[in-house]
């Protein structure tokens, strides 16, 4: 396997891998192990073939695009604002994810300050590097989400012995609902995309690449959420980690919550630093303004009482599934009427699951708002 190839394929699943693979084992011990398997399959699915989407628009369109500059070209500056505005609300969504998530590893690792103070902490440190422009953590981004899945794999060693049949739900039906946003959130990884595009110089490969992603991340939550839930069962909370603490012992807890922490420390600088930069170029805001913006805005849905872990991701998962799922549907139709580039690769797929995908996306969008 080539090193271009291994490289794109770690960049994407890297970028999916993150914040929320901690909210599937509560999701799966409330929602159970059959509703939660239904969710991965299906929307795994749609995920994938969004990405695949995405991936012919870039191939069929010369120059180098992001998801906004799409937007633009081929359906005009509404759409662009559209695209632009849900990349903000849903960027800085994530970025409230990585506060609670921050507040709780911290918290886990060293309990001298509440989990509020220390989320206040985490934002205040890291707001401070992302105003000053803070970008070299990209480059060891890679190093450090390799330390988390081997944290994860070691958690996964540990639990295997110890799990019990009787801690698994098959079908909550109070919960049917619950793991659609969170399941959504934690496999879309459209940003990266781009980037996997450009490390390829095969661009057919790109196809390859997105359908292993999809299945190594599928499998990779799924088998985290079943393990965990199986061995704290009913005892199984949205605070990561923290319920296994009994089970497996502190200083396994220890390196996951730490590993943890470096991971979404990375994550939140790389994130806010492109939610700024996003801010300054595609609306011409200045520096102080798009770093207010970009960072103040997870600071205040924290302080207004945001602080619902599962509940943030599940509601940005949702939306944000949404925006993003139409927006690219859109191009790509378009783009396979007016792209001015042969593509490397084309879809050859039934023409109802562009409206499919979209439908999945809307009814589970609508369910959520009306539960929530």
Not at 52 to 66: D, H, M, P, S, W
Not at 336 to 363: C, E, H, N, S
Request: aromatic residues 14%; charged residues 10%; positive net charge.
């Amino acid at each position: 396997m080539k090193r271009n190839f291994v490289l794109a394929l770690a960049s994407l699943i890297g970028t999916i891998i993150g914040a929320g693979i901690f909210a599937v084992p509560f999701t799966m011990a409330q929602s159970g192990i059959i509703t939660c398997f239904f969710y991965f399959l299906l929307l795994g699915l749609v995920v994938m073939f969004l990405h695949l989407f995405f991936a012919e628009v870039i191939l069929r369109t010369k120059g180098r695009y992001r998801l906004a500059g799409l937007a633009e070209k081929y359906l005009g500056k509404n759409a662009k604002a559209v695209t632009v505005f849900a990349t903000a609300i849903g960027t800085g969504g994530a970025l409230l994810a990585y506060v609670i998530l921050a507040g709780r590893f911290a918290y886990l690792i060293w309990p001298v300050f509440s989990t509020f103070s220390w989320s206040i902490i985490f934002w205040f440190l890291f707001s401070f590097l992302v105003f000053l422009g803070i970008k070299s953590i990209a480059s060891v981004e890679l190093w450090l989400n390799l330390g988390l899945f081997l944290a994860l794999a070691l958690v996964f060693i540990f639990c295997l012995p110890k799990i019990e049949a009787a801690n698994f739900t098959l079908i909550g039906f109070d919960n049917l609902f619950l793991p659609f946003g969170v399941i959504l959130f934690g496999l879309m990884g459209t940003s990266a995309i781009p980037e996997a595009a450009v490390i390829l110089k095969n661009k057919k490969q790109i196809k390859k690449v997105i359908i292993i992603a999809s299945l190594i991340t599928v499998s990779f939550s799924a088998l985290f959420g079943l393990l965990v839930s199986g061995v704290t069962g009913p005892l199984t909370t949205g605070e990561p980690f923290a319920g296994l603490s009994t089970f497996l012992g502190r200083g396994v807890v220890l390196l996951g919550g730490f590993f943890g922490l470096l991971a979404i420390s990375s994550s939140f600088l790389v994130l806010a630093n492109y939610l700024k930069n996003s801010l300054r170029f595609d609306l011409r805001l200045p520096h102080t303004l798009a770093f207010i913006l970009a960072c103040g805005l997870p600071l205040f849905l924290f302080l207004i009482g945001f602080r619902q872990f599962i509940s943030v991701i599940g509601l940005v998962g949702t939306v944000m599934g949404l925006i993003e799922g139409i927006i690219i549907v859109l191009l790509y139709k378009k783009a396979k009427q007016k792209g001015d580039k042969k593509p490397a690769f084309t879809l050859k797929l039934p023409r109802f699951l562009p409206y499919f995908i979209i439908a999945v996306l809307a009814l589970g969008a609508l369910v959520q708002l009306l539960i929530s």
